[in-house]
């Protein structure tokens, strides 16, 4: 009799000693748990916490071009070029909805004008701000740089110069479809050097343009 005392202790000391122990454990993996909990849930609240990309849009465009530019020949009077062409461009947003990037290729239709053969081909990089004016018509402002490539022959000779310029551009689009839009575009180019006949010229493109 003496003995139970003792062992009535015992097995209370190991009990509440075990009990201690998952205690703590289990509290170990709650505090855990939250913890990560609350890292997900202020990650998932943290506006910069997502994937840059995940909104950035490319576009893809096809366009009607018509060329209206002055051609200075050395030695010869003033040309008046009205040339048609296709024009292809690509561009992609600048991490927001309404600023983009896009480079376009114009080829220019080869003609006679007066005793010259002109030919013609352009390439544009352009910074464009887009915005939606009402519904579903938007405005685009654009300004950058291209490179022009001039051809002229005659009498059997030609030579080709390749001009600078400054670009200037404008217009509205109206979407179609969510993913396609319709557009018309003027854009105004100045050369960077008069050291080639090539000066000056005022586009219009009527534009197809899709945004994925």
């Known amino acids: 009799m003496k003995k139970t005392p003792y062992n009535l202790t015992a097995i209370f000391a190991v009990a509440l000693g075990f009990a201690l122990s998952f205690s703590s454990a289990r509290a170990a993996e709650d505090d855990e748990i939250g913890y990560d909990t ?27 071009a018509n060329s209206m530019a002055t051609i200075v020949p050395k030695g010869g009077s003033t040309l008046y070029s009205a040339q048609r062409g296709v024009q292809a461009s690509l561009g992609i947003d600048l991490f927001s909805r309404h600023w983009l990037a896009e480079g376009s290729f114009i080829n220019y239709i080869d003609r006679k004008i007066d005793e010259y053969d002109v030919r013609l081909k352009e390439f544009d990089l352009k910074v464009i701000y887009r915005t939606r004016l009402d519904g579903s018509i938007g405005m685009r402002l654009g300004g950058g740089l291209a490179a ?64 994925f």
């Open 38 to 64: 609350l890292v997900k849930e202020l990650s998932a609240e943290s506006p910069g916490s997502g994937d840059m990309f995940a909104n950035v849009e490319i576009h893809f465009g096809a366009a009607l």
């Open 148 to 211: 022009r490539y001039l051809t002229l022959e005659t009498g059997g000779a030609s030579e080709t110069f390749t001009t600078p310029f400054t670009v200037i551009s404008g217009g509205l689009e109206t979407y179609l479809v969510k993913n396609f839009s319709l557009g018309a575009e003027v854009a105004a180019r100045t050369t960077m050097t008069y050291e080639t006949p090539d000066h000056s010229a005022l586009d219009l493109t009527l534009r197809f343009d899709g945004h």
